[in-house]
Each structure stands twice: as C-alpha cells, then as structure tokens.
Nanobody
Framework: QVQLVESGGGSVQAGGSLRLSCVAS????????VGWFRQLPGKEREGVAC?????????QYDGSAAGRFTISQDTAKRTVYLQMNSLTPDDTAMYYC?????????????????WGQGTQVTVSS
C-alpha cells in the first residue's frame, strides 16, 4: 500500500527552525524521487526541494529554499527530511511530500503520483 506520512510542522517565530519528516511505505520510497512542496490556500503548490531516493544523489532546491533548507534522507527508515532554518513568515504554508516522479523536474508538482496529507508550518513575525 502506497503511503506517505508527513510530520514535524508547527508554529515558530521568524528566525527559528523546524525539521519536517516524510516517512514512505516500502513500495514507495525507492521509486526515484521524493519532493517537498508547499501550498497556501487559493494558490498553486510550489516545489521547495527534492532528492533522489533510488541510489542517485540528486538534490534540487527552489530559489527561496536554497541556503536555508536542507533535504536529506535515511534510507533505513525510508524517511526524507527537510531541515528548515532562518524561517520567515513567507514560509508559512501547508507542506507536503510527494513520491514517484513520472518525468521532468523533481520540483514540478504535477509530475508525482503519490502525496501525503501535509503538515502545517506557521511562522510568526
């Protein structure tokens, strides 16, 4: 059964940090890529970071995340992490992880087959 479960969201003040986790089921994790995305109500989902999970070492970041966020993985735990530092109110959103990229850039949301339910991140000024 395909399953992605996010956790680690919460409320922090600007300048703070959070670490999000995405745990994938066994038949989902190693397909090819896992990506982190975020979405505000009424807006399109945007890519934040993505990482290869099938043995390649590719990592990619959106410009807003580069230098502040770090994506990593623990293959034994089938978990992808998103360490977020120097958070600002603009980072406030629902964060989702996705798995099994069907093609194109791993930061493209409409190219993933499977999605988690999301975890809310709220950054106050």
């Amino acid at each position: 059964q395909v399953q992605l479960v996010e956790s680690g969201g919460g409320s922090v003040q600007a300048g703070g940090s959070l670490r999000l986790s995405c745990v994938a089921s066994a038949d989902t994790y190693s397909r090819n890529y896992v990506g982190w995305f975020r979405q505000l109500p009424g807006k399109e989902r945007e890519g934040v970071a993505c990482i290869g999970t099938d043995g390649n070492f590719w990592r990619q970041y959106d410009g807003s995340a580069a230098g502040r966020f770090t994506i990593s993985q623990d293959t034994a735990k089938r978990t992808v992490y998103l360490q977020m530092n120097s958070l600002t109110p603009d980072d406030t959103a629902m964060y989702y992880c996705a798995a099994d990229l069907t093609g194109g850039s791993c930061l493209t949301s409409n190219r993933y087959r499977y999605w988690g339910q999301g975890t809310q991140v709220t950054v106050s000024s």
